[in-house]
């Protein structure tokens, strides 16, 4: 009422004009932790729209904390993300030693693996493909994108729950340039790696009006393989 009094509908009557104003109660939610390091579950309960303050202290020997993620693997931002039901979260853990495994595909890379803690600041090794340039490693096999660019010290490695880094070497194809000079103009011909052979017409050179087929040229028309 507004005397600020709960009206029971059961026992109260009416006997003139009222104002009933609704009063409301927040709903109350639990929250359930999941350590994943050995130690029993924990929960605690809070209200609609609460934040959530995660447990402190939190540790596993040889793994560091990625975060808490739900159910749905979505990982809980303690700033912006507020509580609108019941919710489980689960530390997720990541190895702090890594064992890096490098994938040179057709190269050649003078270090097959290597052992790093993921804080360490490494170069990688370089890779080596005839008729291509090196850029860098790549988490994907694809090679769709260069994550650790060549000569670029990594200050970070990234989380990972089993420790196992595979690397791809990724490459670039070079194009190759033969200019053929003819005295008063020259040819240029592209090639690559790829290119199983280079067709190069006949040179011709105008001397008094007329021309002369491979006059004094060293280059002749036909076909030149690559190797």
């Known amino acids: ?30 929250v359930t932790f999941e350590y994943n390091n050995g130690k ?30 739900t159910e749905s693997n979505e990982k809980w ?34 270090t097959a693996s290597q052992s790093a803690h993921y804080l360490d600041k490494l170069t990688m090794p ?27 010290e990594i200050e970070r490695l990234p989380d990972l729950e089993d420790g196992q880094l595979e690397l791809f070497a990724v490459y670039q194809i070079n194009s190759y340039k ?7 103009s020259t040819r240029t011909y592209y090639y690559t790696v790829e290119d199983t052979l280079v067709n190069i017409k006949t040179p011709s050179r105008k001397v008094e009006g007329k021309y002369y087929e491979n006059a004094d040229y060293n280059v002749v028309e036909g076909t030149y393989y690559i190797f």
Not at 1 to 30: C, H, M, P, S
Not at 40 to 64: A, C, M, N, Q, R
Not at 127 to 150: A, I, M
Request: proline content about 2%; hydrophobic content about 30%; some cysteine.
């Open 1 to 30: 009422t507004e005397d600020g009094e709960i009206w029971d509908v059961e026992k109260n009557r009416i006997f003139g004009d009222i104002v009933l104003e609704a009063a409301w109660e927040k709903n109350q939610y639990t």
């Open 40 to 69: 029993d579950d924990s929960s605690t309960t809070l209200y609609y729209e609460d934040k959530i303050e995660f447990p402190t202290d939190v540790k596993k020997d040889g793994f560091h904390m990625m975060g808490w993620y």
């Open 77 to 110: 931002n303690a700033t912006s993300d507020v509580v609108t039901s019941d919710v489980k979260l689960s530390a997720k853990w990541a190895a702090d030693q890594l064992s890096i495994t490098y994938n040179a595909g057709e190269g050649q890379c003078d």
């Open 126 to 152: 370089a890779s080596q493909l005839r008729g291509y340039t090196f850029c860098g490693w790549s988490t994907s096999s694809e090679g769709e994108s260069v994550d650790f660019p060549v000569g670029k």
């Open 178 to 184: 033969i200019v053929c000079d003819e005295g008063d």
